[in-house]
T-cell receptor, first 114, second 112 residues
Framework: NAGVTQTPKFQVLKTGQSMTLQCAQD?????MYWYRQDPGMGLRLIYY???????DKGEVPNGYNVSRLNKREFSLRLESAAPSQTSVYFC?????????????FGQGTRLTVV | GESVGLHLPTLSVQEGDNSIINCAYS??????FIWYKQESGKGPQFIID?????DKRQGQRVTVLLNKTVKHLSLQIAATQPGDSAVYFC???????????FGKGTRLSVIA
C-alpha cells in the first residue's frame, strides 16, 4: 500500500525561485495537511484541507500557497523561496470525523534554499 | 491555541530497560491524544492513541498513561530495543476535529 506519496524527496532551490511540492494519498481520506519540520521545533502546520474544496491556514502559512486538486491530491507551492524555508516538509492525511484523528505521513521532502 | 510541551529533549536508556517519555498539553478540552515515532529520514509513524475517557491504554510493549488533572501524558516502552531508537512525538488536536498539534519530540537513544 502506497499510503501518502510525496514528490520530490529532495530539492535545492535558489532564493527567489518557485516550486510546487506534490502530495497524493490513496486511503480515501477527507483531510490533508502540510507540515514543516525544523530542528528542535517539532512539526508545525502550514496549511490544511479538511475536505475537498476547502483549505485553511495553519500556524506558519506565510510564503506558501496550497491547492486541493481533488480528494487524493494536495500541493504546496513556494512562490519565491527564501532561505528561511529550508526545512523538511511532510504531507499527511486523515479521516477526521470517524472517531479517530491520527494522521498518516509521507516520507518527506527535504528542501534547501540557497 | 493548543500547545504541547516537551519534558525532555533527549533520553538514553540501556537495552532491555523500560523507557518513559513525557508530554504536557494545555487545552483541558482535548479529548484525543496520539504518540508518533519518527525514525531518521522517515515520516512520523503512529504508535498508539488514547481518548480522554481512559487513563491507560496498552499496546505491544507500549503503554500510554493520561493524567487529565495535570494535563500530562506519558509513553512507556517496555524492554527497550535498539530498534526503538527514534524521536517520539505526542500530538493533540486543538479541539474536536482540528489538525494535530505536535510537541517538539524526545530523541530516544538505546545503548546496547
Amino acid at each position: 500500500n502506497a499510503g501518502v506519496t510525496q514528490t520530490p524527496k529532495f530539492q535545492v532551490l535558489k532564493t527567489g525561485q518557485s516550486m510546487t511540492l506534490q502530495c497524493a494519498q490513496d486511503m480515501n481520506h477527507n483531510s490533508m495537511y502540510w507540515y514543516r519540520q525544523d530542528p528542535g521545533m517539532g512539526l508545525r502546520l502550514i496549511y490544511y484541507s479538511a475536505s475537498e474544496g476547502t483549505t485553511d491556514k495553519g500556524e506558519v502559512p506565510n510564503g506558501y500557497n496550497v491547492s486541493r486538486l481533488n480528494k487524493r491530491e494536495f500541493s504546496l507551492r513556494l512562490e519565491s523561496a527564501a532561505p528561511s524555508q529550508t526545512s523538511v516538509y511532510f504531507c499527511a492525511s486523515s479521516e477526521i470525523g470517524r472517531g479517530r484523528a491520527e494522521a498518516f505521513f509521507g516520507q518527506g521532502t527535504r528542501l534547501t534554499v540557497v | 491555541g493548543e500547545s504541547v510541551g516537551l519534558h525532555l529533549p533527549t533520553l538514553s536508556v540501556q537495552e532491555g530497560d523500560n523507557s518513559i517519555i513525557n508530554c504536557a498539553y494545555s487545552n483541558s478540552a482535548s479529548d484525543y491524544f496520539i504518540w508518533y515515532k519518527q525514525e531518521s529520514g522517515k515520516g512520523p509513524q503512529f504508535i498508539i492513541d488514547i481518548r480522554s475517557n481512559m487513563d491507560k491504554r496498552q499496546g505491544q510493549r507500549v503503554t500510554v498513561l493520561l493524567n487529565k488533572t495535570v494535563k500530562h501524558l506519558s509513553l512507556q516502552i517496555a524492554a527497550t530495543q535498539p530498534g526503538d531508537s527514534a524521536v517520539y512525538f505526542c500530538a493533540v488536536p486543538f479541539s474536536g476535529n482540528t489538525p494535530l498539534v505536535f510537541g517538539k519530540g524526545t530523541r530516544l537513544s538505546v545503548i546496547a
